[in-house]
């Protein structure tokens, strides 16, 4: 074998590497079928050799012409279409929405029982996330800019993400925050059981853009927490539309 490459063995359907850089490890078999992951020239039992292959990590001969890019980037750029929309950070929201991360053993004298995962919209009953469900958490409607205070109630921390949409980081547990960039995930803090008041983000939800329109979730970014139930469902309707059959009604969170 010669070249730059590494060579894996694709006997007995497994992958493993032989050579790397045209050194064969020890103790390992040449395999007569070789997968070969970059440029290089292959000679073994399963037949004769193949023609050498242009290796792109090569450097040019010396005396030799340099090839041509494959690709040019160009030395300017159209200008970015002046915004349509007003900046996030300085609109008015329709209404103000409190949820909050909560956690539950099954077995509550077991520290080492099941954990239960939530993200419960405030003055709904606390569910893990049933993916056969049709019943959105939230009812939003398209154009309208909302803020969501979101707690974390629980004694590790959590990332709040939302799809579709982008948001900003108002506050920081009640500290005003001034970011020039939007997000579509963040950390709450954890609540060590001694604080106050739970730790909270204040983030201004924007589903302003018409492509909002549907039904999307939203989750803790903790795959073991968003798989044990920490997850909900928004559905964005149409500014024309009436309010979807089977929506949850307004609550007190609502204003």
């Known amino acids: 074998m010669r070249g730059r490459a590494r060579v894996m063995s694709t006997v007995q359907s ?11 490890h020890r103790r390992t078999p040449l395999a007569a079928n ?14 004769p050799a193949r023609a050498p292959l242009p290796d792109p990590c090569a450097r040019p001969a010396p005396g030799s012409a340099v090839p041509e890019p494959q690709s040019v980037l160009p030395t300017s750029h159209e200008p970015l279409p ?6 996030l950070g300085s609109v008015t929201p329709t209404r103000v929405r409190r949820l909050y991360f909560l956690e539950k053993l099954d077995d509550p004298n077991n520290p080492n029982s099941a954990t239960t995962f939530y993200i419960t919209v ?15 958490n939230i009812v939003v409607t398209q154009g309208d800019v909302e803020d969501w205070i979101i707690e974390n109630r629980s004694t590790e921390l959590h990332a709040f993400h939302i799809h ?5 980081l108002m506050e920081w547990s009640g500290l005003p925050v001034n970011e020039a960039f939007v997000r579509d995930t963040v950390n709450v803090p954890y609540f060590n059981g001694r604080m106050l008041q739970y730790p909270s983000v204040r983030l201004r939800m924007d589903f302003r853009d018409p492509n909002a329109v549907g039904t999307f979730v939203y989750h803790c970014h903790v795959l073991e927490h968003e798989d044990g139930g920490m997850m909900g469902t928004v559905r964005v309707r149409s500014a024309s539309a ?3 059959p089977g929506a949850p009604a307004a609550t007190a969170n609502e204003r």
């Not at 992951?37 to 037949?47: K, P, Q, T």
């Not at 405030?122 to 959105?136: K, W």
């Open 14 to 24: 497994s992958l493993r590497i032989v050579a790397h850089c045209g050194n064969r």
């Open 82 to 87: 002046a915004p349509t929309l007003a900046w």
């Open 34 to 47: 070789l997968l070969v992951l970059a440029a290089c020239s292959v000679a073994g039992a399963a037949g």
């Open 122 to 136: 405030d003055r709904q009953t606390p569910r893990p996330f049933d993916p056969r469900s049709s019943v959105p």
């Open 164 to 168: 579709q949409i982008h948001f900003m």
């Open 242 to 244: 009436a309010p979807a």
